[in-house]
């Protein structure tokens, strides 16, 4: 049997999912009728917002006509990925899985950050690339101008590129030949033992966990006992299948295809993605090699968003939503955390700033929850003198965590290497909105006449919140980019705690680097000082470092005329009535407390001048 096993790589929008759904009506796999846009997008916020979230892989048979003149069929299984830079642990999963990557490249738009990333996953993982000219149909398509660009900028032949528009299925049975010509087909078998490996799991309600794997050795068959090489875990396979694009039920898999798994698999805690399946009787020497785990970058808290009184209805609710979701998506974490202000919550720990939004939004339409969320944080490497001396390494998520600054002799913070994608005219732009965020110039390479590419090192916690916009926006949505975490390092970082009516509200505090510290704070104080409603009384808002305040602005209260009712006579009325008044506002203050709405804590988050 003739197998090719592929991956669909590209930037966002270049067409990953369109060009899905034409290989798909192609190989007849869906009718015309059945035939929708983003057919493998199954979420509904995947189809709102146009992007691809999740890897889903497909099983397609196709004929082909080989050079030497034999028709035979070929299984192709190909895996539509994501092309977000937040999901980039889900290409990686996607391509161990294959022996080939079709890289879309848009031919009005070029090469992009996105693109070159991924081509290089693909070139790691030792797979063959085929680039694909997408939307050839589009009036701007330059598809000579970029294939000289593929060729420049990834090494790739001119040539080998193959024009396709996805819209309108020109190009596709071309595209199609040159899979089965051009990829290779899975590697020899290296021994007769079972060796398949998962390379995503989700969760039904239903049947429990059902696993993704890619058959490496042997074969699997409905009724095997297996066991998982990296947790030890013992199932019995109740169903094997195939999405074609809908669940297929097969007998068995033989080495070089993918499927999926189902074996009453009650949680996802007994299932690794990255792991090794095997059979119980027959155990495999070695397993394959994984993946490595993926690395929260993001952190914030999520709260409950109701009245006290149900609060803990709402916590047990929060939590139910979270670890169901956490079955379908392994790469977000959470623990408990308690605020004074807020109550009971968790602390999340996400991929990016798009994961977090979506985590949020997963969970406000399918938990059926209200959050209230915390300005995100990147993790920072904290050093601490410990009672004998010795230096030890800590991991703090949030500023509120930071132990006692008498103790801590150094904070290294997270550093991306940045590549950015812009139109030359920008340069100058783009290099001055990355030397503000902190940024170190590392080189700067010719794409093509019109475009550069700039590579920056540039702090994490400069970059998660508003760099991209802010790209976007002055290069006229040109700009792309990519990054990734290349280091720790140290800095003059200090803690800026906010002290509302004198005290600390540990949600609001922030670290930043020192020479920023007081126009962070005066900006900060600014913000809030808008969003926090007025009260009976005065209320200060300060920001400190230490014990030192660097900053202060003061909500006035609402003031009743108490001497409306003095007409004439004596001055000392009217002074005896504002006395008492004042007395009162000062009693008021010390037992009043202040209500900090939603909006305050996402105050933290801009950064811009006031």
């Known amino acids: ?54 890897a889903s892989a497909v099983t397609v048979g196709h004929e082909h006509t080989f050079e030497d003149g034999r028709t035979e069929p070929v299984m192709l299984n190909f895996i539509d990925t994501p092309g977000h830079v937040d999901f980039g642990y889900e290409v990686s999963r996607a391509l161990k899985a294959c022996e080939g990557a079709l890289l ?30 997408n939307k050839i149909d589009l009036p701007g398509a330059r598809p000579d101008e970029i294939a000289m660009e593929v060729e420049q900028v990834l090494g790739l032949p001119a040539e080998d590129c193959i024009p396709v528009s996805a819209k309108t299925g020109q190009g596709i049975p071309e595209l199609l030949a040159a899979i089965c010509d051009r990829f290779p087909g899975p590697r020899a078998e290296e021994t007769k033992k079972t060796r398949a490996l998962i390379f995503d799991a989700v969760y039904d309600d239903y049947r429990g966990v059902i696993i993704y794997a890619r058959v490496f050795d042997g074969k699997l068959t409905v009724g095997d006992k297996i066991r998982m090489m990296g947790l030890g875990r013992t199932f019995t396979v109740t169903e094997l299948g195939k999405y074609v694009p809908k669940p297929k039920k097969v007998k068995s898999v033989s080495a070089g295809e993918t499927c999926y798994v189902v074996a009453s698999i009650k949680t996802l805690g007994d299932v690794r993605v990255g792991d090794t399946i095997t059979l119980e009787h027959d155990l495999a020497e070695d397993a394959l090699s994984g993946y ?17 009184d149900k609060k803990g209805n709402d916590f047990e609710a929060l939590r139910e939503a979270m670890e169901k979701l956490s079955l379908n998506d392994a790469s977000f974490t959470f623990q408990t955390v308690h605020s004074e202000a807020l109550g009971f919550g968790y602390r999340c720990g996400f991929l990016g700033l798009l994961h977090m939004d979506i985590i949020q939004e997963r969970l406000e339409r399918e938990g059926g929850v209200e959050i209230v969320q915390t300005a995100p944080t990147v993790s920072y490497k904290v050093d601490i003198r410990g009672k004998e001396g010795e230096i030890e390494e800590i991991e703090v998520h949030n500023p509120a965590d930071l132990p006692d600054m008498s103790i801590v002799t150094e904070i290294k913070e997270p550093i991306a290497k940045v590549e950015v994608m812009v139109p030359k005219e920008y340069v100058g732009e783009v290099m001055k909105l990355a030397m503000d965020r902190r940024g170190i110039f590392k080189n700067q390479m010719y794409v093509s006449d019109t475009r550069e590419m700039l590579t920056y090192e540039i702090p ?140 305050a804590f996402m105050a933290v988050l801009e950064q811009g001048e006031e």
């Open 1 to 54: 049997m003739n197998i090719r096993n592929f991956s669909i790589i590209a930037h966002i929008d270049h067409g990953k999912s369109t060009l899905a759904d034409r290989l798909l009506q192609a190989t007849k796999a869906v009718s015309d009728r059945e035939a929708k846009e983003q057919l493998l997008d199954s979420m509904d916020l995947e189809r709102e917002r146009g992007i691809t979230i999740k």
């Open 104 to 133: 879309v490249v848009d031919a009005s738009q070029g090469v992009e950050a996105q693109t070159v990333v991924n081509a290089y996953l693909a070139v790691e993982q030792d797979l063959e690339i085929i680039p694909v000219l």
């Open 292 to 308: 490595e785990p993926p690395r929260q970058m993001v952190f914030c808290d999520f709260y409950p968003a109701t009245n006290s």
């Open 460 to 599: 994490l916690a400069e970059l998660i919140y508003d760099f991209y916009d802010k790209l976007k926006g002055m290069t006229a949505g040109y700009g792309t980019m990519d990054y990734e975490i290349v280091a720790y390092r140290a800095d003059r970082l200090v803690k800026v705690d906010v002290l509302i009516n004198g005290d600390p509200v540990e949600a609001l505090s922030i670290i930043v680097h020192k020479e920023r510290s007081e126009m962070r704070g005066r900006n900060l104080l600014v913000r809030l000082k808008k969003q926090i409603p007025r009260h009976n009384f005065e209320i200060p808002l300060q920001c400190a470092i230490g014990g030192k305040i660097i900053a202060r602005e003061t909500i006035k209260g609402f003031r009743k005329n108490v001497t409306a009712k003095c007409y004439g006579g004596d001055v000392t009325r009217k002074r005896k009535l504002l006395e008492k008044q004042k007395k009162g506002k000062e009693r008021m203050k010390s037992i009043g407390s202040v209500t900090i709405p939603q909006e």
